[in-house]
């Protein structure tokens, strides 16, 4: 591999996600959909042929048409083993916002709109892709793309208002969380199932089992396991520091790093994704992430790698397939059901919950949890990343109108739910002019 | 390729490295010395044939005898790619340490000192193999390798001495920096001159100038150029505050990233290594790193990747070669030579230029720029990258010396360092009975 193409390449994509980022910061939209826009526009805009790309960074991307085992030239390959583990450490700081504690105490409001906001997007999405083209696997992709919530732009808007402490905003924020977990579990279910080909109740109830039981393992160890080792040494550096000798330093950063990894492989050597071992991985830590500065640094290395995660799924959008117009109509009927569904299902959920919540606070939890953000992009990757008897188990065209999806329930849910909020909470709104919403 | 293997790989690898280091900082000497004799283990005596690596990891080793243009398989290739960002993230922290105001005020004991400290160990290493093996490539990395001092470890032994304040310690310090920027001026001449093949004094000139150049311009950049721009956009914030617009926000983790890789990939295109474009990267940035928490922010991509570097830094050291009887005799020579020429040309350098330092201050200064540490290593790698004419710049057995002469040197000096200063500063003696040193 040539040192010179490797950091040309790195330096070249990183500019052009730094200018992806930056343009939508400015209009107070998330960053990392600027990245995935610019993506697109490099791979299906700029360059066209690539053959820029290819003499001077080296970059090949893999031709899925040709060979859906194709990797592309090895400097692609180092840009995709890093935005792997961007997204692998991504999910991890997800996980270390996620406390079993508040999970715990989230409520019947945040459970129920949490439940049927997985319920209602999964079966209208898999009804849909099985009522046209009929193809299983790419409808239960779609299906698990449409049920992923991005905690993140949500809370960002109730932060920047500071409205953390209202009732919609609590059950929002836990309802999100849960929704995570079950996300990973409808993932599990459907790589599984896509996996095996097999479709007997017994294999899916395996399947299901076994996510399950992983996670229920996971968030054990959390309560009762993880606490007990973090007493044993703390005790024990107490010790040794009253009799005078030097407490036993660890790098924190280094451990989570290395579990991290660990619990990602184990996953993805069980047959579950490798993000979702990362995810639990994150929840192991969440007790100490704050005290340890975890997300902090785990940041910084995110700062670096997460970008080209971002690029490469603007990059695998093929906008020659939007020339169709079945789908295009495919995309705006996906959109309006990913904005319908997560609307209604969360609504009625919540409200079935706890019925003193009146209309409007529904509607708000609906609109709250509408964007879909990085990780029903994420499950969509992961099925162009599957390959069944010579398919992939997400088509490009698919692919590309999870992207899009995504993108624009990103994009439209913010300002609708920043304008609720301020019409509920017009006398508590405490946002300074000056703040972007 | 296969990311459970390439998860697989970097988890084995990290912990290996963890516990290498881990063993060595229990004894107060630096862990990365244990991540290379990890990275020796694991190539020479745990793995024998790697055949565990290479079916379970998918780590297959570049072959230089079959091949000299050999990368090794994809997962190594990523490995390989992490740890040569390692490099150059490292550099650029030592960039960050350096800043062009201390330089200019340094003194003519430091100069003096370093200048010294790098042509003696330069003659003397090139004498050697000129007079033996006569190979002019290998005498030129191998010359080159010794000239390196690390400035961490003496660095840190002072710190935890609490003796920053003494003379002695303020020209180790100063000379170490100025020892930075003359060695990776040395670094480019050998690389030009082995790469271009030609030996003639013009050559050799216009190599010197194009490097010492390079380095001047960025000099001068430090200090005209970047404050006044950082000024510039000091003022522009403080503007639009002042008229209640928002300022504008740079990530500046971001954007020291892409100055560093870009600098890299400029300084590699113009045929300098890429980690003097790193290095000189981080000088650039030396002013605001505090203020910015870069090298906080560094040091946890570092913590990730690397460790990798050091691993496979041991990794390819043959042990097999040092049967043979000549080898170790010249290890031994080179290792005698190392600490000599240091101690020697550093003592006489900093009497030169200042004549009432005493006997002892020089010795002090003389045995706290032996420790050779990273630096030499990552020149000698260097050498072992370049193939010129289908040969190696560096041969096989030449490197494992290099490493175990880096290793040994690092080792040594710092027990005698702080042994020296200990009976010079009997009474300023500060440090605390269980501070390790």
Known sequence: MDLLQLLLALTVLLVMARIGSAIFSRFGLPGLIGEILMGIVIANIIVGDWSFM?????????????????????????????????????????????????????????????????????VLGFALIMGTEGNMNHALFLAAAMVATSVGITARIIKDMRLMDTREARIIIAAAVIDDILGMIVLAIVKGMVESGELS??????????????????????????????????????ALAAEGKTPMKVNKLALAIIVCLAMSALAEYIGLAAIIGAFLAGMLFADHAWEWELEEKIDSISTFILPLFFLNVGMQVNL?????????????????????????????????????????????????????????????????????????????????VVVLMS????IIA????????????QEEYRILPEDRI
């Open 201 to 238: 109740i017994a294999s899916i109830a395996q399947i299901t089992i076994q996510a399950v039981a992983f996670v229920l393992v996971i968030i054990a160890l959390c309560k009762w396991v993880v606490p007990r080792i973090y007493d044993y040494f703390d005790a024990r550096n107490r």
């Open 320 to 400: 020659g397939s939007l020339a169709d117009a079945t789908v295009i109509g495919l995309v705006a009927v996906v959109i309006v059901l990913a904005l319908i569904s997560k609307y209604i299902g969360c609504g009625i959920g919540s409200k079935i919950g706890d019925k003193s919540l009146d209309r409007s606070s529904c509607s708000i939890i609906g609109v709250g949890m509408m964007p879909r953000g990085e990780v029903g992009i994420i499950i969509a990757s992961i099925g162009l990343g599957i390959v069944v008897e010579g398919q992939r188990a997400m088509s490009e065209d698919l692919y590309a």
């Open 407 to 410: 993108v624009i329930t990103t």
């Open 54 to 122: 290819e003499d001077a960074l080296g970059i090949v991307l893999p031709d899925p048409i040709t060979d859906p085992n194709d990797a592309g030239s090895s400097i692609y390959q180092v840009v995709y083993a890093f935005a792997e583990l961007g997204v692998i450490f991504l999910l991890f700081t997800v996980g270390l916002e996620t406390k079993v504690k508040d999970l715990m105490n989230s409520g019947k409001a945040a459970l129920l709109c949490a439940i049927f906001g997985v319920v209602v997007p999964f």
């Open 414 to 425: 913010p300002p609708i739910l920043a304008k609720m909020f301020r019409k509920k909470y």
